[in-house]
């Protein structure tokens, strides 16, 4: 099946410091990503679609100033979470849409951020 | 309000037994479903999903799940449970458009736990 890889899986930042999490599809171009969050023994929660070339769509209560997308290529979105606050840690996993199998996404192993 | 409901926070059942893990949905027109599960610190593995057609779907690691219209539910199920199955099991929806037309978006439940005990 279709591979989607993350980078970094952990990361501890300071307060006030931004932090750039990337999402690749590894054997299919994804022309659509999203981006979840997830706090502990919690469901999902959808942040923003990513469109290649395009501004992505972001969920409401989500600040698109904090939470910086851009899909610039059709294997590569980045998630930039710009002067982190200890209430960002959470667990941020990106998903991929494949367009020759259209109705399922394959999901990232997810980032563990801790802003300390 | 389109959402999907896992009742239950947690299953528990002995290895070897049967598992049922259940999931209604609440969505306009046919529902494109699906379920994923989710094992610690990673992110979430595709195990199955009902676009169309036959109401029983077999999907990875033995697992299966029934679409039934009428109770809008669509429950993950397992002849016999392995104490490698425990994880927290997501069942989503696909989200609808106001004229019908199905999102990219997935509406996912809360999720369950399973734990199978040896």
């Known amino acids: 099946g279709a591979v989607v890889s993350q980078h970094p899986s952990w990361v501890i930042c300071k307060s006030g410091t931004s932090v750039k999490i990337e999402c690749r599809s590894l054997?299919?171009?994804?022309?659509?990503m999203f981006w979840y969050r997830q706090f502990p023994k919690q469901s999902l929660m959808l942040m923003a679609t990513?469109?290649?070339?395009?501004?992505?769509?972001?969920e409401q209560g989500v600040e698109k100033d904090k939470f910086l997308i851009n899909h610039a290529s059709l294997t590569l979105s980045t998630l930039t979470v710009t002067s982190a606050h200890p209430e960002d840690s959470s667990f941020y996993i990106c998903?991929?849409?494949?367009?020759?199998?259209?109705?399922?996404?394959?999901f990232g192993p997810g980032t563990r951020l801790t802003v300390t | 309000a389109q959402s999907v409901a896992q009742p239950e926070d947690q299953v528990n059942v002995a290895e070897g037994n049967p598992l049922t893990v259940k999931c209604t949905y609440s969505?306009?027109?046919?529902?494109?479903l699906f379920w994923y599960v989710q094992y610690p610190n990673r992110g979430l593995q595709f195990l199955l999903k009902?676009?169309?057609?036959?109401?029983l779907v077999k999907g990875s690691y033995g697992f299966e799940a029934e679409f039934n219209k009428s109770q809008t539910s669509f429950h993950l199920k397992k002849p016999s449970a392995l104490v490698s199955d425990s994880a927290l099991y997501f069942c989503?929806?696909?989200?609808?458009?106001?004229?019908?037309?199905?999102?990219?978006?997935?509406?996912f439940g809360t999720g369950t736990l399973l734990a199978v005990q040896p």
């Open positions: 998903s991929a849409r494949d367009p020759e199998t259209s109705y399922e996404q394959y």
């Open positions: 054997d299919f171009q994804a022309t659509t």
């Open positions: 990513s469109n290649e070339g395009s501004k992505a769509t972001y």
């Open positions: 969505v306009s027109g046919n529902p494109y």
């Open positions: 009902y676009i169309t057609g036959d109401n």
């Open positions: 989503a929806v696909r989200g609808r458009l106001n004229y019908g037309g199905a999102t990219n978006k997935l509406i």
